[in-house]
């Protein structure tokens, strides 16, 4: 009986250290979009503070998606802003494929994705802000419910 709770405790413990998050997880936040449809004109808004200039970083985008979304694919235009400096640009995440197979992770009828859009960037210290619109032919893009981003902290500069 002794070994079966010295068992179960130490699985225990070993699965509570598994789900701890990367220690090199700077910033994730996840925002619902609107219940309506994701207009093009309503971007979502994260804010972000670099402390640390000495290591390169990557940023991703999440998305989580219904079943019922229509395309294969999405396209997002994003804005990077600290001060004067502004950094605009688009890129695509594909959730399909040729098939219709959802390349993302779900359950039920939710699927959820993650890409890196920018990889080994120079942040300097400072504070940033960082806006994504959905960039599709659709004005409204309907069953989309969330976009994330998250910053992780790469490899020292040297």
């Known amino acids: 009986m002794k070994k079966r709770i010295s068992y179960l405790l130490a699985l225990l413990v070993l699965m509570l250290v598994s789900c701890k998050p990367s220690e090199n997880i700077v910033f994730e936040e996840f925002q619902e ?5 994701w207009n093009w004109k309503e971007g979502n808004t994260f804010e972000f503070e670099i402390t640390d ?9 999440g998305l989580r998606v219904t ?11 994003y804005s990077i802003k600290s001060g004067k400096e502004e ?8 959730l399909s494929d040729n098939l219709g ?15 890196p859009f920018l990889q080994n960037i120079k942040f300097k210290k400072g504070k940033y ?10 004005e409204n893009l309907e069953a989309v419910n969330n976009i994330g981003f998250q ?8």
């Not at 197979?101 to 890409?115: H, M, P, R, Y």
Request: glycine share 8%; no cysteine; hydrophobic share 40%.
């Open 33 to 37: 979009v609107n219940a309506n449809g």
């Open 53 to 61: 200039d000495q290591h390169y970083y990557t940023l991703l985008t």
């Open 67 to 77: 079943t019922q979304y229509s395309y294969s694919n999405i396209w997002f235009m």
């Open 87 to 94: 950094r605009k640009d688009q890129f695509q995440m594909v």
């Open 101 to 115: 197979k959802w390349l993302g992770d779900g359950v039920g009828n939710l699927i959820s994705f993650q890409q």
């Open 129 to 138: 802000r960082i806006e994504f619109n959905q960039n599709m032919r659709d």
């Open 151 to 158: 910053i992780v902290k790469g490899p020292l500069i040297l």
